[in-house]
Nanobody, 119 residues
Framework: QVQLVESGGGLVPPGGSLRLSCAAS????????MSWYRQAPGKQRELVAQ???????MYEDSVKGRFTISRDNAKNTVSLQMTNLKPEDTATYYC?????????????WGQGTQVIVSS
């Protein structure tokens, strides 16, 4: 059974930093890309950052240079280091993985962790 468990959210002032972590289990972690999404109140969920199985990364434009995604295949974890946080980064952040199976696409989400950037 695939499980993704996020941690590390909280309240931080503008300009501050947070590190989110996602502990994964129930699948061959090293084979699949891992992603962080976020959803702000009243807005659609959006992709923030992704790390592929080979370690390549991609970022949404607004977080480039401020956020860093990384994975530890030995510990089955993926992290999102967030620096210089802005009020517009306020959202619930979700860990995601997925793949294609003979029965169709498989999508797995964590429960989310809330990040609030406010003074």
């Amino acid at each position: 059974q695939v499980q993704l468990v996020e941690s590390g959210g909280g309240l931080v002032p503008p300009g501050g930093s947070l590190r989110l972590s996602c502990a994964a289990s129930g699948f061959d972690f090293s084979r699949y890309s891992m992603s962080w999404y976020r959803q702000a109140p009243g807005k659609q969920r959006e992709l923030v950052a992704q790390v592929l199985s080979d370690g390549d990364t991609m970022y949404e434009d607004s977080v480039k240079g401020r956020f860093t995604i990384s994975r530890d295949n030995a510990k089955n974890t993926v992290s999102l280091q967030m620096t210089n946080l802005k009020p517009e980064d306020t959202a619930t952040y979700y860990c995601y993985t997925g793949w294609w199976s003979p029965r169709g696409p498989r999508d797995y989400w964590g429960q989310g962790t809330q990040v609030i950037v406010s003074s």
